[in-house]
């Protein structure tokens, strides 16, 4: 029989498969013979075929060389390459890996060889490199696999073959065959048990849907094995390996993509939720299709278990069936994690299609006239103000207090994400849904029966269950047996919490008492909200992608937002901020709140202002004078002028006017790259491409720049750099013979660029060329002033030169609008030519009690020698970091204004920008609020609130470790 009349093939008449096992040195031999080509071969490794990589005498990739195995017959191989031909010609966008053709001719054949006939066939290369092994994946990554899949499986949906009917023991159609056949055979009776359960389950779910599933022909392994990212890309663009192309379910295109995200760093269930969306805007899913897809990433994940365990016995040294083990292992123990009907219902629930939750119906389970209190322990209660939410007994003790104020019970209501207790610095998201409620009574009281039904006792858990639900009551005592509704059967107790939940159903899922804010939408379909049952009205919290939308439909879209999808944040409390899911952030990006989110003084001597006076700035008020005092009294004596305004953009713009009329002259230079502001003035002197793409090329004619003097990226680099300032000078000196120059403003440490600190001497030059000229110094310290540096209370001082004008705002108020300008006496005096100066709120009551009592914080807690130490530390940490991880080029800074700047080479310093947003995204995902900085994104600006612990800095440290380890 030939090849071409050889039988498809069938894995249940032929389960042990190994690989070909062809000598490297004879398959070059064949190539040269067969093709003319002298090629290198390097193995790449296959399940059950034989791969290499072909290299040509220069080293250049010419192909893949793939020798099919011989248990395939030839109209399958067809298939293969035609099914890769379809798609590459279906979809010109994407990279396929197809037959290489010379003069027309593909290079495939039959070919005897020492191991028998063989099929080999030359591949073209699709550079770049696959998704393999276990980094993290990103959102938009996995997004972009069911892209992928749906494009593949659009393209392909119409084509029949005659091949298409082999059988595999990857086709999901034969899942329950495969792990029959092989999962008996395994060793370990734990593998053994946990797969045969597992699978059975699963089944359970896919066979009633199964013949209303539609089938179509598909690739059905587009895997993160089988995708390539181009060379410097983020997202994959190319499809190798049609190995497993044949007729099944069109979801299992879908479910086998899925299913290989879940082995990597991070996974968890809810990781896959773009690539269903994404495959769904393509290739609509029916409600069938949504049911099944669950069942059979399980079912995936136990045939990969099965197969990968039978392979490594069968071929021993088969390296890459080996190394594949753990992996298939993870992605088994991640689909069976959660039960299928949870992620059914959260698959609804990201796609749209989920059934509106009702609450609980029946009878009063407490009897009437009862008070019930409701306890709100979300993240915006009264309850957790001044960090009480840090302490998980705060529910208990609020409890004792409403009831000894009056109520009767008092309910923690369904649904409603709790912040009391939730931890601090964790990489993972609490679980924070209550999915009942839980009730504290003054008095014990009887427990009655809101629906017939016969009452059973599972240790400490009551259940009633009913016809359509069960009542699951934690923490009661109740007697087994029938009930009627309305009837007592059982006992509440006094003093303790009960959990009370509503299960529907038959109630076999057993439902934790709080789940993940992420995998909510899943638990809390499987529950109703017992509230009508409790005497009280259910609680619907406001979802965040809801406030989002009103956002963004109200607010300019300019006025941007950080991150894509943004938690809703609610909290503050030191260095930690948040969410309305209860969920805790480590607030590494918030120079604004200097002293700490929530502080008790500042907040208590806002509040006492604002029930005394709170006004416009030109009433007489003692505070006003009391901030500008010791403002005043932080910089050198002849900075002895106040000016206060609400912002930094402000505080820039008046500095530049003062300037210009203090001196008659209207010319200012800046530096280039540097951010100073959004008003008129502020951002004519703004040259940052990052904040505006146009800056350099639209500022007005009174504006000049001179280099920014980054010592690192710069024109002049490490101990070149000392040429920025005789080049500044020069560059002033020669404007001041044609213009007249008003001002030199700069930020006194380089924050826009990440805390570069700028050369020694820079400023002194500068400063001194500029009122050679008639000009003033212009210090903007809105970024690095107020003891962030740590060494220094004002960045001018790490330069040793005192400033005619300085700028600060941010950490100025602790999040509170204000800021301002000092200068001296006499060039205060010469605004009056400008007329008066008058900023409403600017210096308002308020604005002036808060601006003091950050200063007296700042100083009576030691935030600024907080700042060096903990900054100084942090910085080490930061820099050992370097020396394993390529990717971080170097750390800038001083005290807790650091920078640290990702680049891909260290040499050519190419900046690492899509890397360093993405590990933004991924700190995020493990607790940590972080944000690039300068013209090039690519710098992590790292300034947390002054008070940060030692333990929160090291915390940051190693979760950037792990994101640089894991991937992003």
């Known amino acids: ?133 276990s980094r993290h994946l990103s959102p938009s990554v996995v997004e972009r696999l069911g892209v992928l899949a749906a494009a593949v499986s659009r393209t392909l949906e119409s084509v029949e073959d005659p091949a298409q009917e082999r059988v595999l023991q990857w086709d999901l159609q034969h899942a329950r065959r495969v792990v029959e056949l092989l999962a008996p055979q395994d060793p370990d009776a734990g593998v053994r048990e946990r797969v045969l359960t597992e699978s059975g389950t699963a ?115 088969n390296a890459y069936a080996q190394d594949g083990l753990d992996r298939e292992w993870r992605i088994f123990e991640k689909a069976a994690e959660v039960p299928l009907p949870v992620v059914t219902a959260l698959l609804r629930d990201a796609l749209g299609r989920s059934a509106p939750r009702e609450p609980a119906t029946g009878d009063r389970l407490l009897p009437e006239g009862l008070v019930v209190e409701v306890l709100d322990a979300s993240t915006r209660s009264e309850l957790n103000d001044l960090g009480a939410w840090q302490d998980s007994g705060s529910l208990d003790r609020e409890a004792a207090r409403l009831l000894a104020a009056g109520a009767d ?40 029966a809101p629906f017939p039904g016969q009452v059973r ?29 309305g009837a007592e059967f059982g006992r509440l107790p006094a003093g303790t919490p009960v959990l009370v939940q509503v299960v529907r159903g038959t109630g076999d899922l057993d439902v934790p008492a709080r789940v993940r804010a992420a995998q909510a939408p899943g638990w809390l379909a499987q529950v109703a909200d017992p509230a009508p ?44 901020l948040a969410d309305v899911d209860g969920r805790v952030y480590l607030d590494m990006v918030n120079n604004v709140t200097s002293v700490g989110h929530a502080h008790p003084r500042v907040a208590e001597a806002a509040g006492r202002q604002l029930r005394l006076l709170n006004t416009n700035s030109r009433f007489h ?88 003097a980054n010592s690192y990226r710069g024109t002049y680099r490490g101990q070149e750099a000392h040429r920025y300032a005789p080049e500044a000078v020069a560059t002033i000196r020669e404007l001041a013979e044609r213009v007249d120059l008003a001002a030199f403003v700069a930020e006194t440490y380089f924050g826009n660029a990440g805390g570069v600190a700028l050369p020694p001497g820079y400023l002194e030059a500068v400063y001194a060329a500029v009122r050679e000229a008639g000009g003033l110094a212009v210090a903007d310290e809105v970024q690095v002033g107020y003891g962030r540096l740590g060494h220094w209370f004002w960045g001018f001082e790490q330069q040793g030169v005192v400033p005619d004008v300085v700028a600060v705002a941010k950490s100025v108020g602790n999040g509170t609008p204000v800021g301002a300008v000092v200068t001296r006496r006499e060039i205060a005096d010469r605004y009056r030519t400008q007329g008066y100066f008058f900023s409403s709120t600017g210096g308002s009551p308020v604005s002036s009690v808060v601006g003091a009592t950050v200063l007296d914080v700042i100083r009576e807690e030691g935030l600024q020698e907080n700042a060096a130490r903990v900054g100084g530390h942090l910085k080490d940490r930061l820099l050992e970091l370097g020396t394993r991880h390529d990717l971080l080029g170097t750390v800038h800074g001083d005290g807790l204004y650091l920078g640290v700047e990702f680049v891909r080479d260290r040499t050519t310093l190419e900046p690492a920008t899509a890397e360093t947003a993405a590990i933004c995204d991924r700190l995020l995902d493990l607790g940590v609020v972080m944000q690039p900085t300068g013209d090039h994104q690519n710098v992590l600006k790292v300034k947390p609130p002054l008070c940060i612990a030692r333990e929160s800095a090291d915390y940051f440290a190693d979760a950037l470790d792990r994101v640089l380890t894991e991937g992003w």
Do not use: C
């Not at 912040?419 to 999915?435: D, K, M, R, Y």
């Open 457 to 485: 006792l599972r240790g400490s858990v009551v259940e009633l269950v009913g016809d359509a639900a069960v009542l699951r009551v934690l923490g009661a005592e109740a007697l087994a047996g029938p009930v009627v509704a």
């Open 409 to 448: 019970v008092v309910a923690l209501p369904h649904g409603v994400p709790v912040l009391t207790g939730a931890p601090t610095l964790s990489p993972e998201p609490p679980a924070s849904v209550p999915t009942g409620s839980t009730l504290w009574l003054g008095r014990a009281q009887p427990l009655l």
């Open 621 to 708: 008020y003692a505070a006003v004078a009391e901030f500008a005092e010791k403002i005043a009294a932080t910089l050198p004596d002849e900075l002895d002028t106040v000016f206060l305004v609400n912002s930094g953009s402000e505080a820039v713009d008046l500095a530049l006017r003062i300037a210009m009329a203090s001196t008659g002259r209207r010319h200012v230079v800046a530096m280039r790259e540097a951010y100073h502001g959004w008003t008129f003035a502020s951002d004519a002197v703004s040259t940052s491409v990052a904040d505006n793409p146009n800056a350099l090329a639209t500022r007005p004619d009174w504006v000049h720049t001179v280099d920014a």
């Open 533 to 576: 049952l409790l005497g009280f009205d259910p609680v619907v919290p406001v979802a965040a992608h809801e406030v989002l939308r009103r956002r963004e439909r109200v607010l300019a879209e300019v006025q941007e937002h950080y991150y894509a999808q943004p938690p809703q944040i609610e909290r503050g409390w030191r260095e930690h």
């Open 1 to 133: 029989m030939t090849a071409a009349d050889a039988p498809l093939f069938d894995f249940f008449s032929q389960p042990a498969l190994p690989a070909p096992d062809v000598p490297a040195d004879e398959l070059r031999t064949l190539v040269a013979q067969a093709w003319g080509l002298d090629v290198t071969l390097r193995s790449l490794g296959s399940q059950q075929d034989q791969n290499f990589m072909a290299h040509d005498a220069g080293g250049e990739a010419v192909g893949v060389l793939k020798i099919s195995n011989p248990a395939f017959a030839e109209a399958e191989i067809d298939l293969l390459d035609r099914a890769a031909d379809l798609v590459a010609a279906g979809r010109p966008d994407l990279r396929v890996a197809r037959v290489v053709r010379r003069d027309g001719e593909p290079l495939r054949g039959w070919f005897d060889t020492s191991r028998g006939r063989l099929h080999a066939r030359l591949l073209t290369v699709v550079h770049g490199h696959t998704l393999n092994g």
């Open 203 to 317: 089944l359970a779910a896919l066979e009633p849907l199964a013949d209303r599933l539609p089938r179509q022909l598909g690739h059905f392994d587009l895997t993160d094995d089988n995708v390539v990212v181009p060379p410097g890309g983020v997202l994959p663009d190319g499809v190798v390996d049609f190995g497993d192309t044949l007729r099944s379910y069109r979801v299992a295109e879908l479910a086998v993509t899925i299913s290989s995200v879940l082995h990597h760093a991070g996974a968890e269930v809810e990781s896959v939720l773009p690539a269903v969306r994404a495959f769904d805007a393509e290739r609509h899913l029916t409600d069938d299709e949504v049911e099944a897809l669950w069942p059979l990433v399980v079912l995936r994940g136990a045939v990969l278990v099965v197969s990968g365990r039978d392979q490594a016995v069968l071929d021993p040294g």
